[in-house]
């Protein structure tokens, strides 16, 4: 991910410092796990721990270039950590990573990583869901015109549709909490996964202090299957920030000018056009989106691993463990902040809603018109022949609304009362039942028919 | 999804007569719904029921042409279909689809379809997981070289290998079981899913009766991240499946002949070469992965549809929904299937452990010297001149074994007894954790360290 | 894909008719081939050609169901074939698939169909470059805003819109033919492609009359980088037909409704409201677009087959086969009666045009203060300023055109003339360069600057 | 693209550095070209050059610090460089972008990155097509088995296999050249592409001077679907890299060691098991082809900008524009480096041909059969019955060699001759027609049949 899309938490969990210190905390862990077994000399795990965590403690630049020097050599990176390890630690080195595979920490370390990114996501979430709240109920009762094919369909409120999100982002934390679940194992198990050289009992430990589960089966890897799934639910989430975004772009554009994004002081929204300002973010979230769902096809392939595994994962995890979680980190922030200061123009709303002399109502006459007994073939037909009557002559001098329209039509007339169309025609019935949805969506859900 | 790979249960619900008797079902109930609150007298909604009922009981190839012909007029399937019921019903059904849209009646639907193709797929993972159970027990003490990079690692037991898999399908139900949740949902809310003309206890009493729950907000439709979410769980099954299919392929490969796919009496595999038996079952589900995997993008950009809805979702659904759960069915009662007739060879993985001279017990004898007070760089160097002395030599008139070298080799004589060396060479002592593993995978957990 | 997105010519292709006669067709040349040289006698591979010419001819569901019988104990569809061609030949059968491998029959027919599906698709391209060519020059000279972010930018002509979307289905053809080439080649090369049993010159012959290429080195199969590729194509042609869809979509909005899609007599937009017309078909070819899309990843994923072939990919290409040339047809032949019956409105376009009080003319106005000396800063700072005033009283009652408040700006006043200024907010000064770009789409490409 | 798999000629093109060099480079072309149009001063043009190729020249990071400065304030990147550019040119910097809008500068910038990308990676399909020449001919004569299914089929030759990939490779430059050529295109047309306020000809004279050439119809931006194209060539270049890992990995496994990717010494295999060597190489590639196959849908979703652009696309660019082109530049020279090494084992391949006593040649006595005038039919049956016994003995004591079982069989003796089975089951006769693929490969066609 382009430092541009890049926020400084995130992108402290991907940082060489912070994998290092994960990978000797589950050295230091494995080796107390072993003390704790008689494994390992007691003392020796306690030095392993000290010595550890004071080269930690000061790990430098020039710590990195020791172990990439030693990398270079060796060809392998955990070999590279271990050999600098011993270099801080001394002879009790011995006693680390015994019986240990290297798919032992770097699976575990990945773990790790991916729920410390989750915990950045979540809050992330939860930032978005709390504008989102706040917004929706602050335009709980802002008329707007719902769409359908982009066509203008029937009164809505434009709270509910934040709460529609809201609902959407509530599941997303949902998921989120699986995938978090579902990546947060540990594997200390050897180099095929059968505990030949180390007791299971040294996983259980290590991964108890980690905030881990044991891997019921690793092979020598941790099952992809979990990273697919969990990387399948960054790009669920992606998709919801992309809907919301859609709908920004959409609320924003010249002839609709609903809502708009927060303009800087001193923004530029044209080289050329001094006169824009554009939906900048939610296009930006619209790309972001895109990355990230990106990242789902390579997951998914990496589950079919050869035997008890191969490595054509990792360079595959290396790019889109980053990208994917730095990607969404970023888009969620970003949401949740375009969200907050989204300027809403419910004047114009109003304005877009009557726009089209009324016939979004066409569809409660309708249902007047069944009520007065006329059969749904006849209403619809007189419905629609009114509603194009409007429609066609829409801005022309000899423009009729709707209403007007009803009023004329000698099939309408005497058979619908005006208070009864009165009624159908009126913006305000469509937001009868809000407070059942509100209370589904934040609150209680309401009653059941018995 | 070709015949070649449908199976008739899983095709029986996405034919057009149950999507009728699913549409008129959820019209029947939204009536009985609608009674129940007055809004609809009790003798339609129970003429509705009765006729509607016969008419869906009698439904011919002539009904399906009906509704065919009526759609070729109204470029619309659900006035289609309601204008064919109209004709059963008679003048009540005027009472049907009150207040309602389209999308309620299809979205409806389309969940119970999903639930239905979900529980189809329930059945089918519980195939393939009895298969891998059944087998894994009876390989429990089959010994069989683990393998990474394809490269001979160390021993492992045949049958933790299908507790690995077992365990993976184990998640797979699970995750199958949310994603199942995730699209059981009912809208029955309006145009743009403001209860406008339909009170929010008629969904609940629809949902209640479909096994479904309400939507907490629907647009026009139900949101499609829950969609998106199902297909991915989908993929990553696929993707499982694949995992074993290579594992299956690579362990049938001419030099290696541990398993076999049944060969059935009078299969041919090849036209030109007699000789031939293809793991052909297990390339086919590598292939079916490939395509059930294909559906997670459309599904993904099926999110963001524009305001309430637009209807780009539609062309995509009608195809991924038959063909990724036809897809999938196929696949998992192919490899439940495969896996209980397959063929497998416990001399040859026998042979094949043995075939590289003993190197795979490195890592052990490894530890051996590391236990002997050898540092470990020292103690890699010797087992690593030792193997690679090993391995040259292979197959040739000088070779000798690792152990043969290593009782040959300075640094190991007198430091390691040929009683440890016995032990570290002993491939028997990679079974010691097998019940840890299984009582993971299928009963309970082992004990923690305290 | 289902039959609702079908067309009969492409169905043809796919359907089992034409592929035994394709696989008659390059037996029956594999012989006449060898008889060429000596291999099978010249009265054999006349009878096959007769008798086989004969059976084709009078194929019938009960041959079909003869091969499927074959097929169900074999387990092999080729060698099912060929043993009831065997039936239908006599003994010369066994101058039949003399020396050749399934694949040879298998692949060479794909390459057939994919071909005659190609020659399709340019006619598919060609009826739409027809439409879009048509409709720009009608519309050459209908003034319209132009666009970027969904924000007014400056004007444009609808013509030139739709050329630009002619250039790039013209770049489709192209691209077409290219894709075309890609999967036009043969093999008759025997079980793993080294001729073994049959003359390297029978693939010559048999691609001759093909009208193929041969496979300069075909493995068993043809390889599968060329069907990647090809499909490859058939996505980016897809996303074009996306973005005119897109297009279209947003022209037809009701807030913008600057076209319509044709709107059928008797067609019905919605079940609940009748004053509905939406823009279901170029919803439905964004759909489209994501189905066809969704074949790249398994073609590209079918690219690396084990060795000389593994079948992974044959269940893949089952599908993807017909899926996406019959899903990518059905959209071009929709998108190409879409934009022949498009209503277009031209006064609406220029309603739209003007709605933003001319602020769409600020870009030449800063040329225009940039030309009188002031600075690109301050020119940038004054149109902005204008601009900005303008936007935020539009559709008030103290609203002021862009012009009327560059009239009242002291800095602007007296420093460029009224008469600049007239011909900077002109919008037809944007068609001044028409011809150029049509002469580049359409004609031949204008002077160079020497 | 993680540092890991970027290589320093590739990640230039991509450094700040270069992109406001070439940003710079169109800035002052274009003014040139006015200045020939007259509608700059030549003066100008001039030293906007001088000036501007000086401060280039002495870019460093205080000017970068500068760009971000003022790029934070403004929000918008190319009016940040160009008021950089301001500060680095005086009052002449106002014929600097005249008429021009952002895009003009980004896309044509991208384009130029993408060639000079393009160029790179040419050189690296030159030193792929290369390596795999000359080892093709190396072993244009080494036996080796065939497989398809992982199963043996006939004895090939492993030069013949490495000239199959060679053609693909070929075919890869081909297709490379046509992507390059995709978008090598050039727009310098203003807002909205009409040419508005920029002369035609000054994009013909930029054009001409970055090698490009002028885009037909360019919206605001340069049409998408070029790029789309583009990185679905990488992904198909990608795959090819892939199928070639695939072999290797297989051609390493232990069981089969007829290939070895070169070993460093010094280098490491595993922490835990000193004696692995793994196909590490290869297995990174296929990780890298995941990664550059992903970027191609995002690039397609790319394609469908709204109206004459949104800004979507840009961080979809921003990362897939250097990670596609970072990751096939390293793939491509890592795998050139691997084939240049790699180890081949002639006497194991030999040995592995014949290890399944000789029931490779099945197909070949197959048609002896046939040609001694058994019919196809009965000759199946007897071939794989021999076949069948030579199999399932394999290994065993009672082991008999397909030869064996054949002369025993009284339906072939005395039907099919000695010599005639000598010569049928001699694995030589597989390399009888190299010449005439080698020919198709790397000289001229062999001769078609008249």
Redesign the interface.
């Known amino acids: 991910?382009?430092p541009?899309?890049t926020r400084p938490a995130m992108a402290a969990i991907w940082a060489p410092a912070n994998r290092y210190r994960i990978w000797f905390e589950i050295e230091a862990l494995a080796a107390e796990?072993m003390a704790?077994?008689g494994e390992v000399p007691e003392q020796a795990a306690r030095d392993i721990r000290t010595r550890g965590d004071a080269a930690l403690a000061a790990f430098s630049d020039e710590d990195l270039a020791r172990i990439d020097a030693i990398e270079a050599?060796?060809?392998?990176d955990?070999?590279a950590f271990?050999?600098w390890l011993?270099e801080k630690i001394g002879?009790e080195?011995?006693f680390v990573?015994?019986?240990?595979?290297?798919s032992d920490v770097l699976d575990t370390c990945f773990a790790v990583q991916l729920t410390q990114a989750a915990d950045l996501l979540l809050e992330d979430v939860d930032a978005v869901l709390a504008a989102l709240k706040r917004r929706a109920f602050e335009h709980k009762h802002t008329l707007t015109?719902?769409?359908?094919?982009?066509?203008?369909?029937?009164?809505?409120?434009f709270g509910?549709?934040l709460?529609?999100h809201y609902?959407?982002f509530a599941?997303?934390r949902e998921?989120l909490l699986?995938a978090r679940a579902?990546i947060a194992t540990c594997a200390i198990s050897?180099?095929?996964?059968?505990?030949?050289?180390v007791?299971?009992?040294?996983e259980?430990?290590v991964a108890?202090r980690l905030g881990l589960i044991?891997e019921?089966?690793?092979?020598?890897v941790i099952?992809r299957?979990?990273h697919?799934?969990f990387f399948?639910?960054l790009?669920?989430i992606a998709?919801?920030i992309?809907?919301l975004?859609?709908?920004v772009?959409?609320l924003?554009?010249?002839?609709?000018?609903e809502v708009e994004e927060f303009f800087?002081p001193?923004?530029?929204?044209?080289?050329?056009?001094?006169?824009?300002?554009?939906?900048?973010l939610s296009?930006?979230l619209?790309?972001?989106?895109?990355?990230v769902?990106?990242?789902?096809?390579?997951a998914?392939?990496?589950?079919?691993?050869?035997?008890?595994?191969?490595?054509?994962?990792?360079?595959?995890e290396?790019?889109?463990g980053?990208?994917a979680t730095l990607g969404l980190d970023f888009a969620l922030f970003r949401l949740a902040g375009m969200m907050e200061k989204l300027v809403i123009y419910p004047e114009?709303m109003l304005?877009?809603l009557e726009?089209?002399g009324g016939?979004?109502h066409?569809?409660?006459v309708?249902?007047e018109l069944?009520r007065a007994g006329i059969?749904?073939?006849d209403a619809?037909r007189i419905?629609?022949r009114n509603?194009?009557a409007?429609?066609t002559t829409?801005?022309t001098d000899g423009s009729r609304s709707?209403r007007q329209n009803l009023d004329a039509d000698p099939e309408v007339v005497g058979r619908v009362s005006p208070d009864l169309l009165d009624r159908a025609t009126n913006a305000m019935?469509?937001?009868?039942?809000?407070d059942?949805?509100f209370n589904?969506?934040f609150g209680e859900?309401?009653?059941?028919?018995a």
């Open positions: 991910m382009v541009r899309y796990g704790r077994l050599e060796t060809r392998h955990v070999i271990l050999t011993a002879p080195s011995r990573h015994l019986g240990m595979t290297s015109i719902g769409r359908s094919h982009a066509i203008h369909a029937e009164p809505t409120s509910l549709k709460a529609g609902a959407e599941r997303n998921r699986v579902e050897g180099a095929v996964g059968t505990f030949a050289h007791d299971p009992r040294v259980e430990f108890d044991p019921p089966v690793s092979t020598q099952p299957d979990r697919a799934a399948c639910t790009a669920v998709s919801g992309e809907r975004a859609v709908e772009r959409h924003q554009r010249s002839e609709v000018r800087h001193g923004q530029k929204g044209s080289s050329a056009m001094p006169h824009k300002r554009n939906p900048v296009e930006n619209t790309g972001l989106a895109r990355l769902r990106s990242h789902v096809v390579p998914l392939e990496n589950v079919a691993l050869w035997h008890e595994r191969d490595i054509s994962h990792s360079s595959v290396r790019n889109i980053p990208d114009q304005t877009n726009s089209l016939v979004v066409s569809g409660e309708l249902l069944a059969s749904r073939e619809y419905v629609q509603a194009m409007t429609w829409l801005g709707f019935r469509h937001l009868s039942a809000l059942a949805s589904r969506v859900p309401g009653p059941v028919v």
